[in-house]
């Protein structure tokens, strides 16, 4: 439960640092603003000696007016002994956003992570992240109904694939 707490006050304080009310963003961004969630689903986490194993995980992106963003990406039940909804590790990230037309730019500064692998009582990371660290590569956004539809491009093994992340409306 540490772990989360420290998150959620990093997150709190981050967000908090200039007025929400203080509208910083082009007019085509203010329909980005609010929380964005995808429907968890199962990702293979790996396992030892190539062994699959599965989690669910949820990503969430929560866009302010000022022109800051919060991600939170989250693995639940990775691990023996957990519940499904236990969480396993997650990565909350600050930074701004830029829309130019349909292109989408989240610049991220700070990263707290906290990882169940080294236990309950791991200890919780607060990293300043170095400048050009950023959440898509290359995205492309629409909104399409209640749904948030990013095309980016993914680099899992050093070569850039397209890959498609849908979020909803959360708020």
Same mark, same amino acid.
């Given at each position: 439960?540490?772990?989360?707490?420290?998150?959620?006050?990093?997150?709190?304080?981050?967000?908090?640092?200039?007025?929400?009310?203080?509208?910083?963003?082009?007019?085509?961004?203010?329909?980005?603003?609010?929380?964005?969630?995808?429907?968890?689903?199962?990702?293979?986490?790996? =396992?030892? =000696?190539?062994?699959?194993?599965?989690?669910?995980?949820?990503?969430?992106?929560?866009?302010?007016?000022?022109?800051?963003?919060?991600?939170?990406? !989250?693995?639940?039940?990775?691990?023996?002994?957990?519940?499904?909804?236990?969480?396993?590790?997650?990565?909350?990230?600050?930074?701004?956003?830029?829309?130019?037309?349909?292109?989408?730019?989240?610049?991220?500064?700070?990263?707290?992570?906290?990882? #169940?692998?080294?236990?309950?009582?791991?200890?919780?990371?607060?990293?300043?992240?170095?400048? #050009?660290?950023?959440?898509?590569?290359?995205?492309?956004?629409?909104?399409?109904?209640?749904?948030?539809?990013?095309?980016?491009?993914?680099?899992?093994?050093?070569?850039?694939?397209?890959?498609?992340?849908?979020?909803? !409306?959360?708020?």
């Amino acid at each position: 439960m540490r772990p989360q707490v420290v998150a959620v006050a990093f997150a709190l304080l981050a967000l908090g640092c200039t007025s929400p009310t203080e509208v910083l963003v082009a007019p085509e961004a203010l329909q980005l603003v609010g929380r964005w969630q995808t429907v968890p689903g199962k990702v293979d986490v790996g =396992g030892a =000696g190539g062994d699959i194993q599965t989690a669910s995980h949820q990503s969430t992106l929560t866009f302010a007016a000022n022109g800051e963003v919060l991600t939170d990406d !989250r693995t639940y039940g990775r691990f023996p002994g957990q519940r499904p909804i236990d969480v396993s590790s997650y990565f909350t990230n600050t930074g701004t956003f830029r829309v130019d037309g349909d292109s989408l730019t989240i610049h991220l500064t700070r990263s707290v992570f906290w990882d #169940g692998l080294y236990g309950a009582r791991a200890p919780v990371h607060l990293k300043t992240l170095p400048p #050009g660290a950023t959440y898509f590569h290359h995205a492309k956004f629409r909104i399409e109904g209640n749904q948030l539809i990013v095309d980016y491009a993914s680099y899992a093994l050093d070569a850039p694939v397209a890959a498609t992340a849908v979020y909803l !409306r959360a708020n």
